[in-house]
C-alpha cells in the first residue's frame, strides 16, 4: 500500500509539472501582456505584474488592425474545417468500405505526404495559383489549407468508419437505401465525434498557420492574425513586447474556446477511431 501510494503521488506530481509546462507559455504571455513598459525594461522581471494595465491591449489595437486580421482568420479557418469535412466523409467512407489495392495505396500516400515540408512545394503551389488568379485571396488560402489538411481528415474518419458496423448499412440497403442515402442518414450521424473532432483540428490548425499565409498574402487588408502579429516586430528585429504579447494571447484565445466546447466530442470521437467493433 505504502509502496502504491508513492507510485500514485508520483504520477500525480508528474501530470502537474507536464499541466505547468504547457501552460508556461500562456501564462508568460499573459504576464507580460498586463506589465507596464517600465516593469518590461526592468533588470529584475517578475512573474506577478506589480502594477497590472491593459495599456498594452490598447496599444496593439491602436497600432495594428487585428479585429479585421481576426476576421479573415475566422472566415479562412472555418470555411477549411466545412470543406475539409465535407470532402474528407465520403472519401474515407470508399476507403473504408472499399478495401482495394487503390485504397491501400491512398491509405499510404496520405501518411507519406505528411512528410512533407512546406518549404518543398511552396514554389510549385504558388505557380498553380498565380495561373488560377487565387493569389493575395482568402480564397487561394482556403484551397491551400484544405489540401493540406485534407490527408490528417481522412487519416481521421477512415478509423471511424471502420468503427461504425457494416451492419447497420446491410439493412439500411435491404430497406431500399442507395449509398448515398445510407452515408448521409445512417453513417454520418454515427461519425458525429469523429466529423466533431477532425473539423476542430482543420480550424486550428488554419487558425495558427502562418507560413502559407506570408507568402500568399500580400494585401494587408487580406492579411490573417498570425501574419499581422509579425508587424510588432521591427525592421531591426526589435519586438514591441507588451503590445506582442498582448496580441498573441488574444490570439490564442478563439482556439481555447473551441476546445472547451466541443472537448467531449473531441474526446469521444479519438477513443471511436481507436476501437473495432
Not at 497590472?52 to 490598447?58: C, E, I
Amino acid at each position: 500500500m505504502r509502496t502504491r501510494r508513492i507510485v500514485r503521488a508520483g504520477q500525480h506530481t508528474a501530470l502537474l509539472g507536464y499541466l505547468l509546462f504547457l501552460a508556461f507559455p500562456l501564462l508568460w504571455l499573459l504576464s507580460t501582456a498586463l506589465k507596464s513598459p517600465r516593469e518590461l525594461g526592468s533588470p529584475h522581471p517578475t512573474w506577478i505584474p506589480r502594477h497590472p494595465t491593459l495599456a498594452n491591449v490598447r496599444q496593439a489595437f491602436q497600432e495594428q488592425p487585428l479585429a479585421h486580421a481576426a476576421l479573415n482568420s475566422l472566415l479562412v479557418a472555418l470555411a477549411t474545417a466545412v470543406v475539409a469535412v465535407v470532402l474528407a466523409t465520403p472519401m474515407a467512407y470508399v476507403m473504408a468500405r472499399h478495401r482495394t489495392r487503390l485504397a491501400r495505396a491512398a491509405t499510404g500516400w496520405v501518411v507519406v505526404s505528411q512528410a512533407f515540408p512546406f518549404v518543398l512545394v511552396i514554389i510549385p503551389l504558388f505557380l498553380v495559383l498565380k495561373n488560377l488568379r487565387l493569389v493575395d485571396s482568402l480564397t487561394g488560402l482556403v484551397v491551400v489549407y484544405v489540401v493540406w489538411a485534407l490527408p490528417f481528415a481522412l487519416w481521421m474518419l477512415v478509423g471511424h468508419v471502420r468503427a461504425v458496423p457494416a451492419e447497420l448499412e446491410e439493412a439500411a440497403a435491404v430497406d431500399g437505401a442507395g449509398r448515398l442515402r445510407t452515408l448521409v442518414s445512417v453513417t454520418a450521424p454515427l461519425l458525429a465525434p469523429g466529423i466533431a473532432a477532425t473539423a476542430l483540428f482543420a480550424f486550428v490548425t488554419a487558425w495558427n498557420e502562418f507560413f502559407f499565409a506570408l507568402v500568399l498574402l500580400k494585401s494587408p487588408g487580406r492579411q490573417t492574425l498570425p501574419v499581422v502579429l509579425t508587424h510588432f516586430i521591427g525592421a531591426e528585429g526589435v519586438a514591441d513586447l507588451g503590445p506582442l504579447a498582448a496580441a498573441a494571447f488574444l490570439a490564442t484565445l478563439p482556439s481555447l474556446a473551441v476546445f472547451a466546447l466541443v472537448q467531449r466530442r473531441i474526446t469521444a470521437g479519438l477513443l471511436a477511431g481507436a476501437v473495432k467493433s
